[in-house]
């Protein structure tokens, strides 16, 4: 069955060090999403990507660094963690276009920088 | 950045009753709307969407589109309690990149 899969579940990471947060999916989708949850803020997009070697910035790509060295995997990467960046981080894939557009999300990733 | 607004924010409905969730968006060119459910502890997953103007009905649960109004909404016939979660209106602005609104938390008590 196609899925996504993003591991760590939960990681507790200190201030300042790095955090990478990995995900890989069996949809042979092209595009790829890094989104954080937020409670009122629902999910807010922070990188994409349309395929291997290509990483977009989203809405809020500040503090992050994206990597997608393959169709099946793109991680997102937190160089120096902060307190701000506690959050449940979302992966996704999917491809638009009509009735078949479909957007798969992993379970996410939750994050507490101390 | 893609303006999503959704109301209200969350709501409380007894069982049985009709629920209507509502989405404005902020761009006309728009295609693609999806509504999203998202369990507590849960992966947002895809519920209903819609490609045109008009009305799109699953069992209990409808969708209309007005992209003249950009508004989108999600009405819920007969709300169970296993309908309780976060709904969340999603929209397509650019071939790629889907745009999530805040969601609506919805309580349907037994």
């Known amino acids: 069955e196609a899925a996504v899969t993003q591991s760590p579940r939960n990681k507790v990471a200190v201030t300042g060090g790095k955090v990478t947060l990995s995900c890989n999916q069996t949809n042979n989708h092209n595009n790829m999403y890094w989104y954080r949850q937020d409670t009122g803020h629902g999910l807010r997009l922070i990188h994409y990507?349309?395929?291997?070697?290509?990483?977009e910035k989203g809405d809020i790509p500040d503090g992050y660094k994206a990597s997608r060295p393959s169709q099946e995997n793109f991680s997102l990467i937190l160089e120096l963690a902060t307190p701000s960046q506690t959050s449940v981080y979302f992966c996704a894939s999917g491809d638009a276009g009509g009735d078949n557009s479909d957007y798969t999300f992993g379970s996410g990733t939750r994050l507490l920088v101390i | 950045q893609q303006n999503v607004q959704q109301s209200p924010e969350s709501l409380i409905v007894p069982e049985g009753a009709r629920t209507s969730l509502n989405c404005t968006f902020s761009d006309s060119a728009s295609q693609y709307f999806w509504w999203y459910r998202q369990h507590s502890g849960k992966a947002p997953k895809a519920l209903m969407s819609i490609f045109s103007n008009g009305e799109k009905e699953e069992g209990r649960f409808t969708i209309h589109l007005n992209k003249a109004s950009l508004h989108f909404s999600l009405h819920i016939r007969d709300s169970q309690p296993s309908d309780s979660a976060l709904y969340l209106c999603?929209?397509?602005?650019?071939?790629?990149?889907?745009?999530f609104g805040s969601g609506t938390k919805l309580t349907v008590e037994p």
């Open positions: 990507s349309y395929g291997a070697g290509s990483t």
């Open positions: 999603a929209h397509l602005p650019n071939y790629n990149v889907l745009y």
